[in-house]
């Protein structure tokens, strides 16, 4: 069993920066997939990054490439998302996701979830 405690989110000027954190529990983590999904207002939840466990390698949506780096710290089981240039069609509350078994970026492949963080870029 995996919890997942996401934190970090806030109001943020356009042009401006934020970095949302994912504390997990679970000595297993490590081996987990872990992503960041994000959800506006009447729209569907959508990928944003993630990293696998086995390579360490990182996969981002088109809308934050270059923008928005996804890391994680095995020893302290946490995922982190730096996210720079933001703009307000970032708007969002923010998921954190893992899984043992995804390496893909469609949500319903995550069995674990936290329970968001709002981010909201004003123009």
């Known amino acids: 069993q995996v919890q997942l405690v996401e934190s970090g989110g806030g109001l943020v000027q356009a042009g401006g920066s934020l970095r949302l954190s994912c504390a997990a529990s679970g000595r297993t983590f490590s081996t987990y997939t872990s992503g960041w999904f994000r959800q506006a207002p009447g729209q569907e939840r959508e990928f944003v990054a993630l990293i696998t466990w086995s390579s360490g390698i990182p ?58 963080t709002l981010v909201t870029v004003s123009s």
């Open 59 to 116: 996969y981002y949506a088109d809308s934050v490439k270059g923008r928005f780096t996804i890391s994680r710290d095995n020893a302290k089981n946490t995922v982190y998302l730096q996210m720079n240039s933001l703009k307000p069609e970032d708007t969002a509350v923010y998921y954190c996701a893992a899984d043992p078994y995804s390496g893909s970026g469609k949500p319903a492949t995550y069995r674990y979830w936290g329970q968001g």
